[in-house]
């Protein structure tokens, strides 16, 4: 499975953005999905994930709950996370990953590259 995420950029605080990760590979519907992300310095954080099943779960970190939805097109190959009320602390690179219902990077096997989002205070 290859990835490709896109949609960051520059947004002020309190504004929204929807990401959008692309997957490649006939399998990608068995897949649990994931977005990530990292600032300078830090170490990459769980934002959310998604199983592959429509009635399987959806688990967010406690930092974006009630803000961001993560979402999948199975039909299309896509994952999307859309952000509501976004804060400066927000900002970082956030990644798509695939292979995993769960919060920790290292159970991923597939892995974007990357897209920056940056909100201003």
């Known amino acids: 499975v290859q990835l490709q995420a896109s949609g960051g950029g520059l947004v002020q605080a309190g504004g929204s953005l929807r990401l959008s990760c692309a997957a490649s590979?006939?399998?990608?519907?068995?897949?649990?999905m994931g977005w990530f992300r990292q600032s300078p310095g830090k170490d990459r954080e769980f934002v959310a994930t998604?199983?592959?099943?429509?009635?399987?779960?959806?688990y967010y970190a406690d930092s974006v709950k009630g803000r961001f939805t993560i979402s999948r097109d199975n039909a299309k190959n896509m994952v999307y996370l859309q952000m509501n009320s976004l804060k400066p602390e927000d900002t970082a690179v956030y990644y798509c990953?695939?292979?995993?219902?769960?919060?920790?990077?290292?159970?991923?096997?597939?892995w974007g590259q990357g897209t920056l989002v940056t909100v201003s205070s």
């Open positions: 590979g006939r399998t990608f519907s068995s897949y649990g």
């Open positions: 990953a695939a292979g995993a219902i769960r919060t920790t990077a290292a159970d991923y096997t597939y």
């Open positions: 998604i199983s592959w099943r429509s009635d399987g779960p959806i």
